[in-house]
């Protein structure tokens, strides 16, 4: 197995489990590891302290065990898979009758970093971010099919617009099991069609649970605006709580479509809601002044750490749209899902978008990613979700 030697005293990240080696703190590797490749990493002093994925890039080794004597081999995708499988059984998200939609597996806090899996009834939409994870591909499927048993009968892998291109992987998406025909799962007794062929991410944002079921919990009367809907999630769970009008508003047309498709599957015949495939400046900017209980949960503003400049603006921008226009005793609901844009810089941009409106703001909720996404706690990167829930007045 390749070598990698780190400079002096750049184990300390290391030391403390964090899962990245940057390319930066490699003084020398022994050969030319492939992409992709488990290499070994030596500290200066040539004492064993990682093993890992090698890529090419800003992070060179995703690590995946701290053990010399842990093989990366068939045993070890069906331990770690196991083990997600039982934290997800274990908080309660893997076998409830009402709920079939969970992530089994979310990267570093599962300690797997570059491999998610989310569960879709039957399916299993599995995306690699890494070479590594790209290359065990088969390996991961048939651990997955062992461990998970009879939960899933079919295993679909997305991993076209996840893997870094110059890698030349040319990853296809497709089925490495089965061949699901059904794509309606179910999430807290409401029906999504999940499109894992074509959608974003795996199909669905399944992040977003717990936060559209308190949503419900608020939407009883209200109007209700959904911004950047793309499968209508929050619109769902309005008008399940209640909600007297529930508008939905995309971009993207074939989000729009999706949005719609959804709400058919739930509440066939209820005129509550419409949906609309526009900007949200745009929209924000033209739209009548009706409505108390507005969704921004927008796309990631900055991708980098170089953006972050510019989303923070963004979101600033953004928000003080909606604080503009919320009926008084309004509550807003307001997202970023930027891994660069911190909680304090995030409630920054949201508290000055505030300050510019005048209005009284209270903080009703912080929220953030749910438990079947968990955080490992040497990686504080992986806590990328941030929410505020807002009374305005
Ligand atoms: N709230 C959703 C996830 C939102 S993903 C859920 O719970 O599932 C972000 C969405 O923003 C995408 O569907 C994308 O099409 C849309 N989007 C991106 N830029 C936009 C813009 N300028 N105006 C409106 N929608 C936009």
Request: one cysteine or more.
């Amino acid at each position: 197995m390749y070598k990698v030697y780190l400079k002096s005293g750049k184990e300390e990240s290391l030391k403390r489990f964090h899962p990245w080696v940057f390319s930066g703190a490699i003084a020398r590797i022994d050969g030319e590891p492939e992409e992709g490749e488990v290499v070994e990493v030596y500290t200066a002093q040539k004492e064993f302290i990682a093993k890992g994925h090698f890529q090419i890039g800003s992070i060179a080794i995703r690590v995946l065990t701290f053990r010399q004597d842990e093989a990366i081999d068939f045993n070890f995708w069906k331990q770690r898979l196991s083990s997600a499988l039982a934290l997800r059984l274990s908080i309660g998200i893997a076998e409830r009758p009402d709920n079939n939609t969970y992530r089994l597996v979310h990267g570093e806090g599962d300690n797997l970093p570059g491999l998610v899996i989310d569960i879709y009834n039957r399916t299993a939409v599995v995306q690699a971010h890494s070479a590594g994870m790209h290359l065990e591909r088969m390996t991961i499927a048939e651990a997955l099919h062992e461990v998970m048993a009879d939960r899933i009968d079919h295993i679909y892998y997305k991993s076209e617009t996840t893997l870094p291109f110059k890698a030349d992987l040319y990853p296809e998406n497709g089925f490495l099991r089965g061949k699901s025909t059904d794509n309606i799962a179910l999430e807290y007794g409401l029906k999504f069609h999940i499109d894992w062929l074509k959608g974003q991410k795996t199909g669905f944002f399944v992040d977003q649970r717990e936060n559209r079921a308190l949503l419900e919990r608020y939407a009883a009367g209200r109007n209700v605006l959904n911004m950047f809907c793309y499968t209508g999630g929050f619109s769902v769970y309005a008008m399940r709580g209640g909600a007297k009008l529930v508008h939905s508003v995309d971009s993207s047309a074939k989000a729009v479509d999706l949005t719609n498709q959804n709400i058919a599957l739930n509440f066939p015949d209820d005129t509550r809601h419409r949906a609309y495939a526009e900007d949200a400046f745009k929209y924000l900017d033209r739209m009548d002044p009706v409505y108390d209980l507005i969704v921004l949960d927008p796309p990631a503003f900055a991708k980098h750490r170089d953006a972050l400049r510019n989303a923070l603006i963004g979101y600033r921008r953004l928000n003080a749209k909606a604080f503009e226009k919320i009926r008084p005793g309004g509550i807003l609901f307001t997202f970023s899902c930027s891994q660069a844009v911190n909680k304090e810089q995030f409630r920054t941009a949201v508290f000055t978008a505030a300050a510019l409106s005048g209005r009284r703001v209270r903080i009703l909720h912080q929220l953030t990613q749910p438990a079947d996404h968990p955080v490992n706690i040497y990686h504080p990167e992986g806590e990328y979700l941030k929410g505020l829930v807002l009374y305005v007045e």
